[in-house]
């Protein structure tokens, strides 16, 4: 049957006065994939089985302090939050992270991280506690060790840390500075002490970084545009949601959840899989060999501080993901794991090792699909014209938005003075 010209008329005038153009028009199918991107989707946060005191407030406070004071270094001037800087999203912004030496990786963003089941690019860490350990003592990030730390915890926070953790060990007889650290003197005097006492020492460190992940599991993303965009588009309101996003970006969230296959990696609702992929970036000439995950899944498995571990609260059981981990150097050469690109517009450069200024410079990679330096890629090109790469990067300046934590955990804490 013909539609009367005079309805076609009047409804596409209804159509312009509501806002529910082509551009709000989504099919069922699409509004799951919306869905599934935004944070609405988000389960409540689980207890980490790993840690005890995850959800301890005494703990998230003692982990704040501990965060933010730098006397937790070889030099005194460096904390985690050198480079996990609140005000950047809880990262720093270089290339290359950088304290008392320059690392050869970039610092990821910790905001969402109690979600994950690995840390770090390669995946070497699996529970926020023991990734804040690792930091601790690199010789090129705070470079210190687990005896120095024992005798900050017990001079500066000793209050604290035995309302928590029970008494703290009489450490009198302990060296100034131990631990399993690349430096000979410091190697050795780690080794000279007893099973015992190293044992006493781990015990301590490793509630150091479970008091700093109580912390860490405050900083979440909070509610973007997009995410209101959301939920406009699901309650059918087009009025409400032609006012949140433009047409390029309505434009770019078409294009990334369908041609340009952003989702294969970035999906759910912080835009990680946390899975680890090759995507054929390329190899910094100025830095060593980087394999990724080849050698970080390796790494995870030896790690003391592991789920498995002596120092871990979990039960067996409980560590599915690292019992089951499948290593295979070869499949995982070069593979990384893909950040959230929740705040991404405000996190350049880009990739393991900033090796992209921009997200222009992102989107020619994937566009172009290069030959991987090592391993293979799974990118193959999009060939996306100029117009399509620039309504992508408008929908992902969308994901920007304050974070969901309560502002006072996201200062600097006035360090303890406890003699």
């Known amino acids: 049957m013909r539609v009367p010209f005079i309805t ?61 004071d730098t006397r937790f270094s070889s030099n005194g001037q460096v904390a985690c939050g050198t480079c996990h800087l609140p005000e950047q999203e809880f990262q720093d ?62 001079q ?19 060296p100034a500075n131990a631990g399993p650290v690349p430096d000979a003197q410091t190697r050795n005097a780690w080794y000279a002490m007893t099973p015992q006492q190293r044992d006493t020492v781990n015990r301590i ?49 078409r294009l990334f959840i369908g041609k340009a296959n952003c989702t294969n990696c970035h999906n759910g609702a912080l ?21 990724g995950r080849a050698v970080g899944a390796a790494q995870v498995i030896q790690d003391e501080f592991n789920c498995l571990g002596r120092y871990s609260d979990a039960k067996p059981e409980q560590c599915a993901e690292l019992r089951y981990i499948k290593v295979d150097a070869h499949e995982m050469e070069r593979q990384f794991k893909p950040p959230s690109l929740r705040g991404v517009a405000e996190r350049a450069p880009y990739m393991h090792a900033g090796q992209f200024q921009n997200l222009q410079e992102v989107l020619n990679h994937y566009n172009t699909a290069p030959q991987a330096p090592a391993g293979h890629s ?9 117009t399509e790469m620039a309504q992508i990067i408008a929908f992902l300046k969308t994901l920007s938005a304050p974070l969901a934590t309560a502002p006072e955990w996201l200062e600097h804490p006035a360090l303890s003075t406890t003699p």
């Open 156 to 174: 500066h926070y000793r209050a604290e840390y035995e309302a928590l953790f029970g008494r703290m060990p009489d450490l009198s007889q302990f």
């Open 8 to 68: 076609l008329v009047l409804g596409a005038i209804v159509l312009l006065i509501c806002g529910c153009g082509a551009s709000e028009q989504w099919t069922q199918a699409d509004k799951e994939k919306l869905r599934a991107l935004s944070l609405m989707s988000l389960p409540p946060l689980r207890p980490d089985p790993t840690n005890q005191y995850a959800d301890d407030e005494r703990a998230a406070r003692l982990g704040h302090e501990l965060f933010f």
């Open 205 to 253: 460190y490793a509630n150091m970084g479970k008091a700093i992940a109580a912390y860490e599991r405050k900083i979440m993303p909070g509610v973007s545009r997009f995410d209101k965009y959301v939920e406009a588009i699901l309650k059918d309101d087009a009025a409400t949601a032609q006012t949140l996003l433009t047409p390029d970006e309505i434009a770019g969230l």
């Open 93 to 154: 912004g270089k290339p290359l992270a950088h304290g008392v030496g320059t690392t050869t990786r970039r610092t990821m963003t910790i905001v969402g991280t109690a979600y994950s089941p690995w840390l770090f690019w390669d995946g070497r860490k699996d529970s926020q506690w023991s990734q804040a350990l690792g930091p601790m003592e690199s010789p090129v990030e705070h470079g210190g060790n687990r005896t120095q730390y024992a005798h900050l915890i017990e």
């Open 271 to 291: 835009f990680t899989n946390n899975d680890f992929h090759n995507t054929g970036v390329p190899a910094v000439s100025t830095l060593p060999e980087d394999k």
């Open 378 to 386: 799974e990118l193959k090109p999009l060939n996306l014209s100029a």
